[in-house]
């Protein structure tokens, strides 16, 4: 059964970069495409992006000129960065599997803050 | 317009059947884009109730059902349960995005 475990500080600074790691266990990170899903608090869920095994992407375009998503498939995680936060980027980061166009595996989610 | 747009809440007696509409527009839903459906619940991972329109994962009981017309996509709840009390969303792709859309959510309370 494959299990995703999102990990990375709670807290970010303004302006800073935040960095997720996302864990894969359970089977391989090959031959799909993962994704990264926030939340902010009392908000619906937002897709980020995803990135195929091969390494090619694709980014929400409201957020796009500030993520990267990219994958180690020998440690089998999927990493994210978010340049420059603010306090709207306060949210539970959720990293998830995709299979036919649904996401059929998520972690348990990871809370960020933005705050000084 | 890109986003999918679900009811902010509904609410149904134990046993009873309630639905969730998710409307979507020519670029998601009604370009052929597939609806999948997940269930919130606080402090667990979504979980994935219904995939490809109507297609149930193992494990998913039968209460849950899905189906697509046009540009819209409903969840059906049937014989309601206290535990079925949780926050919902649909999801599906978008041309103009070139990107996954989530709906707005909906709250489901068990009366």
């Known amino acids: 059964q494959v299990q995703l475990q999102e990990s990375g500080p709670g807290l970010v600074k303004p302006s800073e970069t935040l960095s997720l790691t996302c864990s894969v266990s359970?089977?391989?990170?090959?031959?799909?495409?993962w994704s990264w899903i926030r939340q902010p608090p009392g908000k619906g869920l937002e897709w980020i992006g995803y990135?195929?095994?091969?390494?090619?992407?694709n980014y929400n375009p409201s957020l796009k000129s500030r993520v990267t998503i990219s994958l180690d498939t020998s440690k089998k995680h999927v990493s994210l960065k978010l340049r420059s936060v603010t306090a709207a980027d306060t949210a539970v980061y959720y990293c998830?599997?995709?299979?036919?166009?649904?996401?059929?595996?998520w972690g348990q989610g990871t809370l960020v803050t933005v705050s000084s | 317009q890109s986003g999918l747009t679900q009811p902010s809440s509904v609410s149904g007696a134990q046993g009873q059947r309630v639905t969730i509409s998710c409307t979507g527009s020519s670029s998601n839903i009604g370009a052929g884009y597939d609806v999948h459906w997940y269930q919130l619940l606080p402090g667990a991972a979504p979980k994935l109730l219904i995939y490809a329109n109507s297609d149930r994962p193992s494990g998913v009981p039968d209460r849950f059902s899905g189906s697509k017309s046009g540009t819209s996509a409903s969840l059906a709840i049937s014989g309601l349960q206290a535990e079925d009390e949780a926050d919902y969303y649909c999801q599906s792709f978008d041309s103009r995005l070139s990107g996954y859309v989530f709906g707005t959510g909906t709250k489901v309370t068990v009366l």
């Open positions: 998830a599997r995709v299979r036919m166009g649904g996401h059929d595996h």
């Open positions: 990135i195929y095994y091969t390494g090619s992407t």
């Open positions: 359970g089977d391989s990170i090959s031959s799909y495409y």
